[in-house]
T-cell receptor, first 114, second 118 residues
Framework: AQSVTQLDSQVPVFEEAPVELRCNYSSSVSVYLFWYVQYPNQGLQLLLKYLSGSTLVKGINGFEAEFNKSQTSFHLRKPSVHISDTAEYFCAVSLNTGGFKTIFGAGTRLFVKA | NAGVTQTPKFRILKIGQSMTLQCAQDMNHNYMYWYRQDPGMGLKLIYYSVGAGITDKGEVPNGYNVSRSTTEDFPLRLELAAPSQTSVYFC?????????????????FGSGTQLSVL
């Protein structure tokens, strides 16, 4: 069975500091990897995705993530965060097993302080 | 484009009542999903559909039912509401997963339905 583990439930960070949100997954088959962001009282929006090719993926709002197959990780990074980045971030994996199910991690709440 | 529309936004039910959460998308997506979001638990897949007339269970289907009579609509039914079903429910859709297009695989989410069962 596939699973997604987000290693930090909350990450407090000061404005303009770098941040890394960690994600590990387990799967016996190839998967697609995603990061979604959820702002308060909203649905989820796609930040970035990895399907194939270059392991470094750039997304919206200055975020990027690196796929590491040997470590089964897909950590999200941003070199300098803003107050507006305060939100919950979800790592997700999808596999095409006839239904293309997307499984989400528990989420990491990023709190950017002034 | 409206995208994915969920109604209602909020609802309070008494134990044992039934209700239907509505979800509609206008993007001609074949794949549609229902998730519930509980604090600290992320999103759990309840049911999904790969096209009209085809549905299947996700991770947490007990207590729910779905139907998919059209491509656009994917309602979620709670027959006998229980306090454990208090949650925020999200509907999502996508097109052509697995083909790698620029908008494929990406899930489009509705704004959610906050349900309390008391």
């Amino acid at each position: 069975a596939q699973s997604v583990t987000q290693l930090d439930s909350q990450v407090p960070v000061f404005e303009e500091a770098p941040v890394e949100l960690r994600c590990n997954y387990s799967s016996s088959v190839s998967v697609y990897l995603f990061w979604y962001v959820q702002y308060p009282n909203q649905g989820l929006q796609l930040l970035l995705k990895y399907l194939s090719g270059s392991t470094l993926v750039k997304g919206i709002n200055g975020f990027e993530a690196e796929f590491n197959k040997s470590q089964t990780s897909f950590h999200l990074r941003k070199p300098s965060v803003h107050i507006s980045d305060t939100a919950e971030y979800f790592c997700a994996v999808s596999l095409n097993t006839g239904g293309f199910k997307t499984i989400f991690g528990a989420g990491t709440r990023l709190f950017v302080k002034a | 484009n409206a995208g994915v529309t969920q109604t209602p936004k909020f609802r309070i039910l008494k134990i044992g009542q039934s209700m239907t959460l509505q979800c509609a998308q206008d993007m001609n997506h074949n794949y549609m999903y229902w998730y519930r979001q509980d604090p600290g638990m992320g999103l759990k897949l309840i049911y999904y559909s790969v096209g009209a007339g085809i549905t299947d269970k996700g991770e947490v289907p007990n207590g729910y039912n779905v139907s998919r009579s059209t491509t656009e609509d994917f309602p979620l039914r709670l027959e006998l509401a229980a306090p454990s079903q208090t949650s925020v429910y999200f509907c999502a859709s996508t097109s052509n997963p697995g083909t790698g297009g620029s908008t494929n695989e990406k899930l489009f989410f509705g704004s959610g339905t906050q349900l309390s069962v008391l």
